[in-house]
């Protein structure tokens, strides 16, 4: 009998005891805070990081995070005070939520939305160094922002400029928005594109070669340096150009082997030149004017006749300028095609 009753004693007990373990108590003060993505899916393990604004009390444990709903809930004790919730994850970039100040036994709710990002200090975080060193990048930025809209006024002008065939007047313009930055590699090549039309062509080679020094990935600028080195004698470099131009950008490398083959062309060395034009083909297969000048470079050699008629041939088939369209069918006619 005494054993039932301790029993029944000791069940009660513990009944209590679990009661207590999980009761809320009266007083309790709470945030609960959802967070989600911009598509307002739940995001999981954000760390939650809670702390007063009007007394000094922090809630930041490592374990702080949200569930797989994207939700923490946080008892905040008795004390009556201000709290800002902050949430951070990595590839996100932060949010916070000010001013909540729950009341006796309230449980506020704070939804906060994270972008996707790169983590940075939030406004309250920053030292005075940082908030200087802030400033001082939006005064830059501001700066670059003023610059950009000169230099741009610049650029159009010289561009209109240049296409009504005013090439020194062009020239002035461009050099005006170098003058505001100096490292805009498009705008120190278009300087070159002025003094190749106004023949002073070293001068235009200093100015690709600026270029290239400013942005060594773009293909059109060695392109542009091996035609200045064509026009100045200098076959053989030029022709490293071409080829660096054709690997850097392979959808330009018909163009770029073309003007390899019309340099080779030029000087004289007619296999080289069409060895030029066939790579130009095989780049793309449509590209007419390289059947032209193939079938060009191949007609002063008789055994290659056979050869010259076909390339004549596929020009007239896709070929648009009325010149060559005539002399091609011609030199069919003329090589016995």
């Known amino acids: 009998m005494r054993v039932a009753i301790l029993k029944s004693v000791i069940s009660a007990a513990l009944i209590v005891g679990l009661l207590l373990a999980f009761a809320v108590p009266a007083d309790a003060r709470s945030v609960r805070v959802i967070v989600t993505d911009e598509d307002k899916q739940p995001i999981q393990d954000v760390l939650i990081r809670v702390e007063g604004t009007d007394v000094t009390r922090v809630f930041d444990r490592s374990n702080q995070r949200t569930n797989r709903r994207g939700e923490f809930t946080l008892l905040l004790g008795p004390i009556l005070a201000s709290y800002r919730v902050i949430a951070r994850k990595e590839g996100f970039e932060p949010a916070f939520r000010e001013n909540i100040r ?10 906060l939305t994270l972008r996707a990002g790169s983590d940075f200090k939030l406004p309250f975080e920053m030292s005075d160094a940082d908030r200087a060193e802030q400033q001082r990048r ?3 930025q501001q700066q670059r922002a003023q610059f950009s ?3 741009n006024a610049h650029f159009e002008q010289g561009i209109a400029l240049f296409n009504a065939g005013q090439f020194s007047e062009a020239l002035a313009e461009f050099n005006a928005a170098l003058a505001i930055d100096p490292n805009q590699p498009g705008i120190v090549a278009r300087t070159g594109d002025c003094l190749v039309r106004l023949n002073r062509n070293e001068e235009a080679l200093a100015a690709y070669e ?3 020094e400013i942005d060594p990935g773009d293909a059109s600028l060695y392109a542009q340096k091996g035609v200045v080195l064509s026009r100045l004698g200098r076959t ?7 080829k660096r131009s054709a690997e850097l950008d392979p959808r330009g490398a018909a163009q770029n082997f073309f003007n390899l083959g ?4 030029n000087a004289s060395e007619m296999d080289k030149a069409a060895e030029a034009f066939k790579q130009s083909i095989a780049a793309d297969p449509n590209y007419a004017e390289s059947y032209y000048m193939l079938g060009i470079s191949l007609a002063n050699d008789e055994g290659m006749f056979p050869a010259a008629i076909d390339a004549f041939k596929r020009y ?5 300028r009325a010149d060559h369209l005539q002399i091609a069918k011609e030199m069919i006619v003329a090589l016995g095609g």
């Open 236 to 242: 053989a470099e030029s022709q490293e150009f071409f």
């Open 149 to 151: 809209a000169e230099v």
């Open 316 to 320: 007239v088939e896709i070929g648009s």
């Open 262 to 265: 019309a340099t080779l062309f």
């Open 138 to 140: 939006v005064e830059e």
């Open 102 to 111: 729950p009341a006796m036994d309230e449980q506020v709710l704070v939804e």
């Open 210 to 212: 600026r270029a290239i």
